[in-house]
């Protein structure tokens, strides 16, 4: 399989390398590229790929597409897009094509739980999860491999081993790794099957009203910027996405909630509560790190840029991660307390509200 259609997964839940090692300056980097001939005739573009481009399925050309990273004459197209004659058919990423070796680095691992089939780790905010454009070391599958060096049986390369889901670079918290398998397999099909329990804490701007609520909307690439994802209401791009919240505390300007994922498309909360219009606190991808509510008082803002220098990351943490056991079917339930920064973030607007 080709190192592209590696990244583009079944699902989003796994999420891409690039949702992890975007490229900051918006470049796009072309895998491959097809020129139809004059004799053409009309094609659906997944055909038209899958009869050119060796061992990637269909299914995987067509998430490909879903992800914007299908372009005829430089445009992004849906699956089912007609190729004709002459048509310059692309397939583009936002980081060159390159071959990743996995070299062992001696990170510092927080291991909550871990036996022969699986480990559960709780990630620090700043760690990339995969090595990817920009990363190629300092990532927790660099981390894993040094961890595992003397365990021949774990081979990082093997992808039916390894990291079953993915948090962004800017997220701490929990996240669940195969080390057989059949535990990888088996924890994949609980993911895909939404049958895992995965709750994170999130502090975001503005006063939420509702005390609970859902948020639907499909979830995709953004049509003019590839470095974001946005919400796609009518539902004609993108995957559905569904993200149920609740209030846990309601603090002057900011609102902190508890989220839980139905689904796991790329930057889910970050874009689903923006698309509400509660953006991340401090989430700078999506503007989270301007002012967005409260006063014009000088005082204010040097308040606001001694928070954002508390907590100088999206305040967002994967607190809460269950799922089955894949041997044994015991049911797994774990739980890990907010990092220092966000904690620290959370106390001054306690104290800034009373």
């Not at 990273?69 to 094509?97: A, E, L, Q, T, W």
């Not at 089939?117 to 620090?124: A, G, R, S, T, Y």
């Not at 509560?273 to 040097?302: A, C, M, P, W």
């Amino acid at each position: 399989m080709t190192d592209f259609f590696h990244d583009i997964e079944d699902d989003d839940w796994q999420e891409s390398y690039n949702s992890e090692n975007p490229q900051t300056s918006g470049e796009l980097y072309e895998h491959f590229r097809y020129v139809a001939d004059k004799g053409q005739g009309l094609l659906r573009v997944d055909k038209f790929l899958h009869d050119r481009i060796e061992n990637v399925s269909r299914n995987r050309i067509q998430n490909a597409a879903d992800a914007g990273c299908i372009f005829v004459n430089d445009n992004p197209v849906k699956s089912n897009y007609k190729v004709k004659p002459g048509d310059v058919v692309s397939v583009m990423m936002d980081r060159p094509r390159r071959e990743l070796e996995i070299i062992p680095e001696n990170i510092p691992l927080n291991i909550v739980y871990e036996d022969q089939d699986l480990m559960v780790i709780n990630k620090p905010p700043g760690l990339v999860v995969h090595p990817g454009h920009g990363n190629y070391t300092g990532t927790l599958v660099n981390a894993l491999a040094w961890y595992f060096k003397e365990q021949p049986q774990y081979d990082l390369a093997d992808p039916r081993l390894g990291l079953v889901h993915r948090i962004d670079k800017d997220t701490s918290g929990l996240l669940v790794v195969a080390k057989t398998p059949g535990a990888k397999t088996n924890l994949c099909s609980q993911f895909f099957n939404k049958t895992t329990q995965r709750k994170y804490i999130a502090l975001v701007w503005g006063i939420v009203k509702e005390d609970e609520g859902t948020i639907t909307g499909n979830i995709g690439r953004d049509l003019k910027d590839r470095m974001l994802m946005t919400v796609f209401p009518e539902g004609d791009f993108g995957k559905p996405a569904v993200t149920h919240y609740k209030v846990l505390e309601r603090l002057g300007y900011v609102t902190l909630l508890e989220c839980r994922l139905e689904t796991g498309r790329t930057h889910q909360i970050r874009v689903h509560t923006k698309y509400i219009g509660h953006t991340l606190f401090n989430d700078s991808r999506y503007g989270g790190n301007e002012i967005l509510k409260g006063t014009t008082h000088v005082k204010y803002k040097q308040y606001i840029k001694n928070c954002f220098e508390i907590c100088p990351r999206q305040a967002l943490h994967a607190k809460t991660l269950g799922f089955m056991h894949p041997k044994t079917g015991e049911e797994m339930f774990f739980d890990f307390e907010l990092p220092n920064d966000m904690s620290s973030l959370i106390e001054k607007w306690r104290a800034y509200v009373i």
